[in-house]
């Protein structure tokens, strides 16, 4: 809002923002800043015991949080959080502190534009590794468990445009979680099988509808084989991509 002050002419007005004298006119003029502050948090709602929730608490995360799974990393048998934080390029981790509440998020940096995360133990040492897509540099990240509920820098492998959604499953029986994503602008899923170590190999793709984005992996046809369940957003369909048998 610009206010604008005039006396005439021997008055002289004084402003905090800006003040103009002529030989004959003073004016002042006002410009008052609104300013919004946007918050970035997670909100957990605990369970009544009845089907019914408490208020949300929140607790606070990095620029846009984007997707949160649910994990314990740390080996206490408690649920932790890891949410990725889209706009400041990292996940953070919440430890569960016993009771339902969180500490503050510890940050790990990821690619740039991390979207989706998946939580799952990939090296098999039983401890629970976390898999991020890294939106706008067209990769996955691998960050695995120390042991301790903290975490390496993460290893990237190549996917395709915009992967928006990542699952961990064992696609080819060999007890060893793969892992399926939905590469957004490039109309497929890549599955990247592990290689026994934590490590994966490169991306194999099947082709979908337009815009895949989320996905799933479940045994739909009953043979003991993971099958992927993908919503095209483009093409407003579910497209089903059953498992071949080898």
Same mark, same amino acid.
Do not use: H, W
């Given at each position: 809002?610009?206010?604008?002050?005039?006396?005439?002419?021997? &008055? %002289?007005? !004084? $402003? =905090? +923002?800006? *003040?103009? #004298? /002529?030989? @004959? &006119? %003073?004016? !002042? $003029? =006002? +410009?008052? *800043?609104? #300013? /919004?502050? @946007? &918050?970035?948090?997670?909100?957990?709602?605990?369970?009544?015991? /009845?089907? @019914?929730?408490?208020?949300?608490?929140?607790?606070?995360?990095?620029?846009?949080?984007?997707?949160?799974?649910?994990?314990?990393?740390?080996?206490?048998?408690?649920?932790?959080?890891?949410?990725?934080?889209?706009?400041?390029?990292?996940?953070?981790?919440?430890?569960?502190?016993?009771?339902?509440?969180?500490?503050?998020?510890?940050?790990?940096?990821?690619?740039?534009?991390?979207?989706?995360?998946?939580?799952?133990?990939?090296?098999?040492?039983?401890?629970?590794?976390?898999?991020?897509?890294?939106?706008?540099?067209?990769?996955?990240?691998?960050?695995?468990?120390?042991?301790?509920?903290?975490?390496?820098?993460?290893?990237?492998?190549?996917?395709?445009?915009?992967?928006?959604?990542?699952?961990?499953?064992?696609?080819?029986?060999?007890?060893?979680?793969?892992?399926?994503?939905?590469?957004?602008?490039?109309?497929?899923?890549?599955?990247?099988?592990?290689?026994?170590?934590?490590?994966?190999?490169?991306?194999?793709?099947?082709?979908?509808?337009?815009?895949?984005?989320?996905?799933?992996?479940?045994?739909?046809?009953?043979?003991?084989?993971?099958?992927?369940?993908?919503?095209?957003?483009?093409?407003?369909?579910?497209?089903?991509?059953?498992?071949?048998?080898?």
């Amino acid at each position: 809002m610009l206010v604008v002050l005039i006396d005439i002419p021997k &008055t %002289t007005i !004084t $402003a =905090t +923002t800006a *003040t103009t #004298t /002529t030989s @004959t &006119t %003073t004016s !002042t $003029a =006002t +410009t008052t *800043t609104e #300013t /919004t502050t @946007t &918050t970035f948090n997670i909100g957990v709602l605990l369970n009544n015991g /009845t089907g @019914t929730f408490a208020a949300q608490v929140t607790y606070s995360t990095g620029v846009d949080p984007y997707s949160v799974a649910a994990a314990d990393v740390n080996g206490d048998s408690k649920l932790d959080i890891i949410v990725t934080n889209y706009g400041s390029n990292n996940v953070g981790v919440l430890l569960n502190t016993g009771t339902g509440t969180f500490a503050a998020q510890v940050t790990y940096s990821t690619g740039s534009g991390p979207y989706s995360v998946a939580a799952a133990d990939v090296n098999g040492d039983s401890t629970v590794d976390i898999i991020v897509g890294n939106d706008v540099s067209n990769n996955i990240g691998v960050l695995l468990n120390n042991g301790n509920g903290t975490f390496a820098a993460q290893v990237t492998y190549s996917t395709g445009s915009n992967p928006r959604s990542v699952v961990a499953a064992d696609v080819n029986g060999d007890s060893k979680l793969d892992i399926i994503v939905a590469n957004m602008n490039s109309n497929n899923v890549g599955v990247l099988l592990n290689n026994g170590n934590g490590t994966f190999a490169a991306q194999v793709t099947y082709s979908t509808g337009s815009n895949p984005y989320p996905v799933a992996a479940v045994d739909v046809s009953g043979d003991s084989k993971v099958d992927i369940i993908v919503a095209n957003g483009g093409s407003n369909n579910v497209g089903v991509l059953l498992a071949a048998c080898n």
